[in-house]
């Protein structure tokens, strides 16, 4: 399975919902959600989603657009020969480098980078001649190298 999705979490949305077998029981895992019977829960956190590691990226070679904000994600290296990318988005992970960006024509294409809210410091010298639109807001950017 190539899947970049989560793992289902309890108490996600689920086709199966309508059904009453298992419903009871996976509720009785959860801590800290004890409450009225059918009480709505709350929903997650959008920074609650728990990928790490996307090493299986680098196998969809015609990617186009990748958003994978708010995850746990620290090496972007995987994007590396993934040449058809236009936009990425990876806000809120915890990136602290930039470097797979600084090698000649990797993202021929590129235009669009949002990197806002991770742990960059230093940006190097980019070789992406298509971007038009680069966020890095949110880090602690202390020199451009």
């Known amino acids: ?32 959600e004890e409450g009225e019977e059918g009480a709505e829960k709350p929903p997650k956190a ?12 680098s196998q969809f070679t015609h990617l186009r657009h990748i958003s994978m904000a708010n995850n746990r994600i620290s090496d972007l290296s995987p994007l590396v020969g993934l040449e058809q990318l236009l936009v990425i988005n990876f806000d809120g992970n915890a990136i602290a480098s930039l ?11 590129l235009q669009d980078m949002s990197v806002a809210r991770n742990q960059i ?15 890095l807001t949110g880090n602690e950017i202390d020199s451009v190298a």
């Open 1 to 32: 399975d190539l899947s970049l999705r989560r793992p289902r979490a309890e108490g996600d949305e689920d086709e199966d919902e309508g059904e009453e077998g298992d419903e009871d029981e996976e509720p009785a895992e959860e801590e800290g």
């Open 46 to 57: 959008p920074y609650d989603k728990r990928i790490v590691d996307m090493t299986v990226i």
């Open 99 to 109: 470097d797979c960006f600084a090698e000649a024509s990797g993202f021929p294409f």
């Open 121 to 135: 410091k230093t940006v190097p010298v980019m070789q992406l001649p298509m971007l038009s639109t680069l966020v």
